[in-house]
């Protein structure tokens, strides 16, 4: 046998079987997000958490700590990164946690005339100059 023929078939004898549907199917039910995937979940889920926390006056570092007794290391700029993307996705779907004129917490509590304050009556205000 010349030398191409056999470099040839010692290739395809090293080949594997096409994978059917379903094999796939099982291998892609077992991938897990990497790390940034996770992170990125993490914050998002818990997001409306983090921002009252830090509406409360709890230092970023306070609850950096918080989050590494839970087991949840982040470092601080990456923690800013997610929570920065996670607010302007939010507020990209008009989920508005803050006001988009003047940067000011915008929070959902009912004051004593029964009403409460949404990002658009907050906006409005901002615009005139009442916020």
């Known amino acids: ?15 594997k079987p096409a994978a059917t549907a379903e094999d796939i199917i099982a291998a892609l039910d077992t991938l897990e997000p990497d790390a940034d ?11 409306p958490a983090l921002k009252q926390a830090m509406d ?12 590494s007794d839970k087991g949840v290391t982040l470092h601080p700029k990456k ?6 993307a996670e607010l302007n996705a939010r507020n990209e779907r008009g989920e508005r946690f803050c ?13 004593r005339g029964s009403t409460s304050v949404t990002s658009s009556d907050h906006d409005d205000r901002a615009k005139r100059g009442e916020a």
């Not at 006001?99 to 004051?111: A, F, M, P, Y």
């Open 79 to 84: 923690f800013d990164r997610l929570f920065n």
């Open 1 to 15: 046998m010349d030398p191409v023929n056999e470099l040839t078939q010692h290739r395809y004898a090293e080949e």
């Open 56 to 67: 409360r006056g709890n230092s970023k570092q306070r609850i950096l700590a918080l989050l």
């Open 37 to 47: 995937s996770q992170a990125a979940m993490l914050i998002a889920a818990t997001f």
């Open 99 to 111: 006001c988009v004129t003047c940067g000011q917490s915008i929070t959902k509590q009912k004051d």
